[in-house]
């Protein structure tokens, strides 16, 4: 067998290499013994492997029972028949399982828990572990239901014991049942306790009263176990593959567990609960029967951790799926309807999706091979779509975003009729401003004449311009001048023209920033002014580089020390970044990628991005859909150097822990390790400063320009809470909800950002923004 070994630290990638080959390794795929027969086989194989190396082979079958979510019973009762044979085998499966579990809960792996704390069960199933250990252990986890933690700390391990009850429940139907009585009612207690007003702040559509809050997944989850509970634990899900080997299971040697000691410290990143998916169905129907919901949320729950599980690689996820083994009781058609719900639901959780947008796109791209997937897709669209003006803010980019590369995948195909009414309705209505935002995204994945000829005449009105950027030093204007201001205004412009072309050939003929810089110092700063010297170069720069991002780039990179040198001040900055956006004025690609490289080359910085884009005198770019992609795209890249700089101590972090278990406590590093620490904590300390001064500049720039609206609104008796209000606000809490972790670092200084006496309604405002980061945090 080939050498692979444990390590809980080890890249997503190797570790999903390495279970698809240990999986591929011993399954019987295209075997069409029974499955008693197929299961022997395969325990006689790893039985000659046992010998060779016992402790990778336990650690292999382990780490597949946990990644492979749809198989977990299959290895369950591979390591009962194993244990059966070897009781020191099973006695170490028990360990492992144990250091799999505080592992994952030490470091908030909620997927990767849930599913080890299923498998336990599964063990007990296969009569490796005692019962009794089991609901020990439930009950070890549900003392963090009482203790001083935060709310999604509780939610974390309330949903933990709940996931593996609705899966073993069957496990107490004549054994425990006080136990499970009690287990149940502790999370009752604690879910009656909970506080619901924080759950707006993460819900996909706008939820503006509390007693219109949906139901949670806590709440949900809860719900369903009592009902699976009261229907005798029934679940007709995953086989139970025990059953075929009870006569040999029930002569095992069944093992006690360890007791398991919880960390009292924890890895502050827990999952969230949100309220469930809006656009799930309402029930689901098999040969004209209702699934029970218990069926029904443990496919969810199987599917969201295939999906977790193998993120690195769509396509073995997608095959885990749909190589499920479905119970008699529910049809294919249905299953499928579940996996599309499932897989959409998860692009739009918040305040992040469990994988990159860009996973669930190739998901769906390979589970469009299957004939009764798409129809289901496009319903879900279309019900989305139809709710447009529901959805929280960063919710609809994520489905502008996702919604475009697919559709790039599938020719741009897609009912655009159905949509047609559209072309009829304001440019600020939401639904049609969503198609522009479509189309937008589309032409850069394209372009623009192919995107043209998928949509019907009718709704071509609705197609952006073509992206053309926009120099203004093209050429002498000859028109003639009415006043004397007008004639030196004139006279500016064309000695700028002029000025432009023969820097325009200096760039284009590859001569040296310094020279460049020389001629402006000599020639050009002492004959026109400053401001215009900056335009001008700015301009050149870009239309030098207009042909393509590599050109732009390019010429970025070589000549950015001239715009360095004339860029010295904070009111410069600010200068550049409004030329970028007034040439590039049709493209938030252009921009934002530009903006970028000028943040990476220190021409510009984060505030002055602020500044500029979030004034009172910009007032109007807030209904362009440009803003949230620019400043988001900024923030991601200003914020990389303090997102290596936290990482890296929490990786020193974890190594003296290590460190302190091995050699104990007072054992000092040597002067060099000392200074290592010093130097990285002065780092850590520069960064978080840095960190604070953009997000409190951020909160404030918007708190100015919403105080301004709402005492223009006041002054023109007009209701200030119109769609302006809406799309500011909404940015607003989408880039604090974002960033929260950072943001609860000057959450005590956010006060100093209101003016001394702010209006009430943007006091309201303030104090739900602070609500939403101590809730998240």
């Not at 807030?622 to 620019?630: K, Y």
Request: proline content about 3%; overall charge neutral.
């Amino acid at each position: 067998m080939q050498e692979l070994s444990l390590n809980h630290k080890e890249s997503e990638t190797r570790k999903q290499l390495r279970i698809k080959y240990f999986d591929e390794l011993i399954s019987q795929k295209e075997s069409e013994s029974p499955i008693e027969q197929q299961i022997n086989d395969i325990v006689n194989k790893l039985k000659e492997e046992e010998d060779k190396n016992q402790k990778l082979l336990i650690d292999l079958l382990i780490d597949c029972s946990i990644h492979l979510p749809f198989k977990t019973p299959f290895y369950a009762t591979i390591i009962g028949l194993l244990n059966n044979k070897n009781y020191e085998l099973g006695k170490e499966s028990i360990r492992i399982v144990i250091e799999y579990l505080f592992h994952f809960i030490s470091n908030a792996k909620f997927y990767e828990a849930n599913s080890t704390l299923r498998f336990i069960g599964d063990l007990v199933r296969n009569n490796v572990l005692k019962l009794n250990s089991y609901i020990t252990l439930l009950e070890t986890l549900s003392n963090y239901l009482i203790e001083n933690q935060t709310q999604s700390t509780k939610d974390f391990f309330a949903k933990l014991i709940l996931g593996s009850l609705l899966f073993n429940g069957s496990l107490f139907i004549s054994e425990k049942k006080e136990n499970v009585k009690q287990l149940l009612g502790r999370i009752e207690m604690y879910i009656s306790s909970r506080n619901y007003s924080g759950l707006k702040y993460v819900s996909m559509l706008k939820i503006n009263e509390e007693e219109n809050l949906p139901e949670d997944q806590l709440q949900n989850l809860f719900r369903i176990v009592n009902e699976c509970r009261d229907n005798s634990w029934k679940l007709n899900i995953l086989p139970d593959y025990s059953i075929n080997f009870l006569t040999i299971l029930n002569t095992n040697e069944v093992h006690e567990m360890q007791k398991l000691t919880i960390p009292t410290k924890f890895n502050d990143n827990f999952t969230m609960t949100t309220p469930i998916f809006p656009f799930y169905s309402k029930e689901y129907r098999s040969k004209d029967k209702i699934v029970l919901n218990s069926d029904v949320l443990a496919l969810r729950i199987l599917i969201e951790e295939n999906l977790k599980f193998l993120d690195e690689n769509s396509s073995q996820a997608v095959t885990e799926m749909m190589s499920f083994p479905l119970h008699q009781s529910i049809e294919k058609s249905t299953f499928y309807q579940i996996i599309v719900e499932t897989s959409f639901a998860q692009i739009f959780i918040l305040p992040r999706s469990p994988s990159h947008l860009m996973y669930y796109t190739r998901t769906f791209i390979h589970l469009f091979r299957e004939s009764k997937i798409p129809p289901r897709l496009g319903i879900l669209i279309d019900s989305c779509f139809q709710k447009l003006t529901l959805f929280e803010t960063e919710c609809y980019y994520r489905f502008v975003e996702w919604f475009a590369v697919h559709l790039s995948n599938f020719q741009f195909i897609w009912k655009w009729e159905s949509w047609g009414e559209v072309v009829e309705l304001n440019p600020t209505n939401t639904k049609r401003k969503f198609i522009n935002d479509i189309l937008v995204r589309c032409i850069r994945l394209s372009y623009h004449k192919r995107i043209l000829q998928a949509l019907p005449e009718k709704m071509k009105i609705l197609m952006p311009p073509i992206v053309e950027p926009k120099f203004s030093y093209l050429g002498i204007s000859s028109v003639e001048a009415k006043t004397q201001e007008e004639k030196e205004k004139q006279e500016l412009h064309n000695k700028v023209a002029i000025k432009s072309t023969e820097l325009l050939s200096k760039l284009q003929n590859k001569e040296q920033p310094e020279k460049i810089i020389h001629w402006l110092d000599t020639e050009i700063i002492p004959s026109i002014p400053f401001d215009t010297v900056i335009d001008m170069t700015t301009q050149a720069l870009l239309q030098s580089g207009s042909k393509s991002f590599t050109h732009i780039f390019a010429k970025i990179e070589k000549y950015s020390p001239i715009l360095i040198h004339l860029n010295k001040l904070p009111k410069q900055k600010q200068a550049i970044v409004s030329i970028v956006y007034q040439f590039w004025q049709k493209s938030a690609q252009h921009i934002s990628l530009i903006m970028n490289k000028f943040l990476e080359l220190n021409i510009i910085d984060i505030q002055s991005i602020i500044n500029w884009f979030i004034s009172i005198e910009n007032k109007q770019l807030f209904h362009s859909s440009s803003l949230w992609e620019i400043l988001s795209n900024a923030l991601i890249h200003s914020t990389r150097r303090s997102r290596i700089v936290r990482k890296k101590k929490q990786k020193k972090q974890e190594t003296e822990d290590e460190k302190k278990q091995v050699i104990g406590e007072d054992e000092f590093g040597s002067d060099s390790d000392l200074q290592m620490d010093v130097d990285l904590e002065n780092v850590y300390s520069e960064v978080i400063n840095e960190e604070k001064e953009i997000f409190l500049n951020l909160i404030q720039k918007f708190f100015v320009v919403i105080s301004s609206h709402m005492e223009i609104s006041d002054k023109n008796q007009a209701n200030p809470f119109d769609s302006w209000f809406d799309e500011v606000s909404g940015l607003l809490f989408a880039l604090v909800r974002r960033y929260h972790k950072q943001v609860i670092g000057c959450l005590n200084l956010l006060d100093s950002v209101l003016p001394s006496k702010p209006d009430r309604r943007v006091v309201t405002l303030f104090e739900s923004i602070k609500e939403m980061v101590r809730f998240l945090n």
